[in-house]
């Protein structure tokens, strides 16, 4: 079952849309679903051009795809349990979050909060994610738990804080404070970084390019062998908060 | 205002000595009155429950410290969210909610009168802002004295008159209803990074022991004839073998007030702790409640933990920061310039957890041996303990010792050893729970003259009717229908005006703000005094004109003037 899901020309295209109920398992049964455009409650038709191909017995065979303007469409594949969201442009905030199982595929850029909270299922952005990609909620000390985050371009600020399980992958650079009070899990990033890992206790973090503004609470370990065959430092810490993670970075500065 | 008749009420009411009479209350002008015409609007409470409005003596809801607790815990939010419905606004927060939040649940609960347990006088505008919008509960706030400057140097110098003097004008500035004391000295101490180990231990710098404090403000206290007494934050709290700390504080206070207690000790089930480390720690609820016993000049709150997420918060910023170093999380601690402090933690209290196993019996064990209900109040020292909404689990915990034994099986196995609640065979009555909820809560803050926490002639109407037919109710074994009736009331009348309905809210209500304001002859004007008003100017970062809360920031109030002996 193909269900897709074609953005119609708004007036105003900066107003935020809530579509929580975009998730192939509510989609699936045709239940009559709505989204909130700023403060107004609209059909799921007013906003979409619907066309279904297909059925499907079970959400395992649903692939839901969007289509036109979606950069301000917040919260799509919330809570989702299986399935398939291809994305073919860009997503706004919140997209993913809580997901527990299935796959979203955003072929543009994703906006903050992406795939936040992760329990299970895989995520993939084909272009660049905004701030606070695969990172927990304010406050709550526990982010992502499980599956898997892969950014094929750069993540903003605060990539993968609070990560407590599951795996994410950066291929390109991350801004400030990338997993930031870490706890189990992996992060890569193929990239540059600054300040990662601040307040680790645990999980590995893994910078293939630059590391600057090096936390000094990190304990060297001398060289091991990098992911891609090649030398690479090795820390653990965050030691300032009895952290036991492990930090390997191919190159660091510290803060002058 | 129109006119109002319950009718069919199985009222239980202690301070009229009504336990369990069938009776029509009438109701005109927001008193009660003898009897009111046929216009009146009929309430048809069908035979259920009806108390007095419920009265919490001790809770946190406002002021710059619940609101710190909220802005360091943006997670609590994601709790309780309720869309904006009618005359309710939208809320959300489970243990540091909204304020509007507060008032509905506790309005739901049946609550009509809130004590807010510690009111830093410096800060005391936000507290009174924040009571601006809780609007369905009369609300009153205890002013800390516990590290006041001028107060511990007259107390050091053995001037009382001048410590009650500072008092009184204090309280009038700041709007403020009763003596509260946290960790006498203690906070102080902190602030040169020590702590005072127990009662006897001098703060630094004044030179006065948290003993010498007590024992001054509780004669401050009745010097300034206020209607509470002084409301006490033991030293210690928290810290295994604090027990004998607490016993001592209590066995200081004398019997100098025929009205009331001398001393309210507040959420002692953090004070009646063993052992000398983590690893011994039990449970001395025994001769705390021993000493209460054979005190009737003191009386007691429970301070209940129940299991889940909270956030504790309290003046006691030394206490705080030894729960930091236990949980290395959040951790906020704030100075009050020349008055107190504060600290704040969120904290989760496990089953799996001996000690908090262990806590959560000792609160059980005090409200049980204390033998006379209106000695100890029915609290969780909310948020510390536990957020006011598990109160009607702890009423259930109370009335059955079915209950007790089924929560007991499923805390740790080794709590048995350390504790004598599975030894406790007693079960409250409903009118004991009465006392403990309102009745006793009333009487200990002194607000029964005003026309709180009961349901006589000219008492305010403050009613709440709860789905429970006492009759066909066996709480001992039937605890959850017990839980499910307090949760939520068939009705809750506040100033003789409905303002919820089986859980819903129907007004949007307007409080009253009740402050002391101790009338003191003018020669003893502390604000007059060149050697306080030097002080005054020196330490503070405020000059003392602008230091007086504006009559803007009270709406509706109500001032209890009191004619102080000096």
């Known amino acids: ?256 | 205002m129109s006119d109002l008749l319950i009718k069919n009420a199985f009222v239980i009411d202690p301070i009229n000595r009504i336990n369990g009479e069938i009776m029509d209350i009438a109701v005109r002008d927001g008193r009660i009155v003898e009897d009111v015409g046929q216009g009146a609007e009929v309430i048809d409470a069908g035979g259920h429950l009806t108390l007095p409005g419920g009265v919490d003596s001790h809770t946190h809801i406002c002021g710059t410290k619940v609101n710190f607790g909220r802005y360091m815990s943006p997670e609590d939010m994601r709790a309780g969210r309720e869309a904006r419905r009618g005359v309710k606004h939208s809320i959300s927060g489970y243990s540091v909610p909204t304020t509007y939040a507060n008032s509905y649940r506790y309005a739901i609960m049946g609550y009509t009168t809130l004590l807010e347990g510690a009111m830093a006088p410096l800060e005391a505008r936000h507290t009174h802002e924040e009571f601006s919008a809780t609007p369905l509960q009369d609300v009153m706030a205890n002013t800390l004295f516990d590290g006041n400057w001028g107060v511990m140097e007259a107390i050091r110098d053995g001037d009382i008159e001048r410590a009650a003097a500072i008092v009184g004008w204090t309280l009038s500035a700041v709007k403020g209803f009763g003596i509260k004391l946290t960790n006498p000295g203690g906070t102080e101490a902190w602030g040169y990074g020590k702590d005072v180990t127990c009662i006897r231990d001098k703060v630094p710098h004044f030179e006065v022991s948290p003993a010498e404090i007590v024992e001054g403000m509780i004669r401050v206290c009745e010097l300034l004839r206020l209607p509470h007494s002084v409301h006490l934050h033991c030293n210690n709290l928290g810290k295994p073998g604090n027990y004998a700390c607490t016993v001592g504080t209590l066995n200081l206070a004398p019997d100098l007030n025929e009205k009331r207690q001398t001393l309210y000790a507040t959420h002692v089930q953090f004070h009646s702790y063993g052992g000398s480390d983590w690893k011994t720690f039990c449970s001395k609820a025994e001769p705390v409640a021993y000493t209460v016993n054979n005190r009737p000049q003191i009386v007691i709150d429970m301070g209940q933990v129940m299991f889940g997420k909270t956030t504790t918060m309290t003046a006691d910023g030394p206490m705080e920061f030894n729960l930091y170093r236990l949980h290395h999380d959040k951790w906020s601690n704030h100075d009050v310039e020349l008055e107190t402090g504060s600290g704040i933690i969120p904290v989760l209290y496990r089953r799996k957890n001996l000690v908090n196993s262990i806590m959560w019996s000792i609160g059980l064990e005090l409200a049980l041996l204390v033998k006379n209900p209106w000695q100890c109040m029915l609290t969780t020292d909310n948020p510390n303990g536990a957020p006011f909404v598990k109160y009607p689990e702890i009423i259930a915990l109370l009335m059955s010792k079915k209950y007790r034994d089924a929560e007991f099986a499923t805390v740790h196995p080794d709590t048995g050893s350390k504790v004598v609640l599975p030894a406790l065979e007693r079960e409250l009555d409903w009118n004991e729970i009465a006392v403990m909820t309102r009745a006793g809560q009333a009487k200990a803050l002194g607000i029964t003259g005003i026309g709180k926490g009961h349901l006589g002639i000219g008492a305010e109407a403050d009613i709440a009717v709860y789905p429970l037919k006492v009759d066909e109710i066996d709480p001992s074994t039937e605890y959850q229908r017990v839980i499910d009736g307090f949760a939520k009331t068939k009705w809750t009348v506040k100033r003789g005006r409905p303002v919820s309905r089986d859980g819903e809210i129907l007004v949007h209500g307007e409080n009253t703000t009740i402050w002391v304001d101790p009338k003191i002859r003018p020669e003893r004007d502390i604000s007059r005094d060149p050697r306080f008003v030097e002080m005054f100017n020196h330490w503070y970062s405020v000059r003392m004109s602008n230091y007086p809360v504006q009559d803007e920031y009270l709406r509706r109030n109500l001032r209890m003037e009191t004619e102080a002996a000096i």
């Not at chain 1, 919330?78 to 997209?95: K, N, Q």
């Not at chain 1, 407590?164 to 991350?174: F, L, P, S, Y």
């Open chain 1, 1 to 256: 079952m193909r269900i897709i899901l074609t953005m119609r020309p708004r007036k105003n295209p900066f107003i935020p849309i809530e579509a929580e109920g975009i998730v192939p398992s509510i989609l699936m049964t045709g239940a009559e679903i709505t989204v909130w455009e700023g403060n107004r409650e609209r059909r799921l038709d007013e906003v979409f051009e619907v066309a279904v191909e297909g059925e499907a017995a079970t959400v395992e065979e649903v692939e839901v795809v969007l289509r036109g303007d979606t950069s301000r469409l917040k919260r799509v594949g919330e809570y989702m349990d299986g399935g398939r969201i291809t994305v073919e442009g860009d997503i706004g905030m919140h997209c993913g979050n809580f997901m527990k199982a299935g796959t979203i595929e955003v072929m543009g850029n994703a906006d903050g909060w992406f795939a936040r909270e992760l329990c299970g299922g895989t995520v993939i952005c084909r272009g660049d994610a905004g701030h606070y990609c695969a990172s927990g909620y304010r406050g709550e000390k526990k982010g992502m738990t499980g599956g898997r985050v892969e950014v094929f371009g750069n993540a903003g600020d605060f990539a993968a804080e609070h990560l407590a399980g599951g795996e994410v992958v950066i291929h390109g650079n991350c801004g400030d404070m990338a997993g930031v009070e870490m706890h189990g899990g992996t992060l890569s990033i193929g990239g540059d970084c600054s300040r990662p890992c601040g307040n680790m206790t645990g999980g590995t973090c893994t910078v293939l390019g630059c590391a600057y503004g090096m936390i000094p609470t990190f304990q060297a370990k001398g060289e091991t062998n990098g992911p891609d065959g090649k030398n690479i430092s090795a820390f653990t810490g965050d030691i300032a908060n009895r952290g036991k993670g492990s930090l390997l970075v191919r190159r660091y500065q510290y803060l002058k």
